[in-house]
């Protein structure tokens, strides 16, 4: 069972930055972070594999940027530019070799206009 621990989040303005945080307790397949509004379904904001290939939402690319540590078990999320509607909870995401999906507890992501 993989455990994750999110950290980071917060209150912005719009235009400002954030980083959040996310630790494994293992060595997994992928991590990442998926973002959820009310009422609307989880979406995928970015990822990156064990192997270094990332994956990013069009609606984020060249504003935010994720990363790894050299032991593949805590990943970042640099989030710059922020515009009101990167608002949501933001949670993250690990895949093991199973392909089976972990997810943090989420955390509060608001950009003020």
């Known amino acids: 069972q993989v455990q994750l621990v999110e950290s980071g989040g917060g209150l912005v303005q719009a235009g400002g930055s954030l980083r959040l945080s996310c630790a494994a307790s293992e060595i997994i397949f992928s991590i990442g972070w998926y973002r959820q509004t009310p009422g609307k379904q989880r979406e995928l904001v970015a990822t990156?594999?064990?192997?270094?290939?990332?994956n990013y939402a069009d609606s984020v690319k060249g504003r935010f940027t994720i990363s790894r540590d050299n032991g593949k078990t805590t990943a970042y999320l640099q989030m710059n530019s922020l515009k009101p509607e990167d608002t949501a909870v933001y949670y993250c995401?690990?895949?093991?070799?199973?392909?089976?999906?972990?997810w943090g507890q989420g955390t509060q992501v608001t950009v003020s206009s």
């Open positions: 995401n690990a895949r093991d070799r199973l392909f089976k999906d972990y």
């Open positions: 990156i594999t064990r192997g270094g290939i990332i």
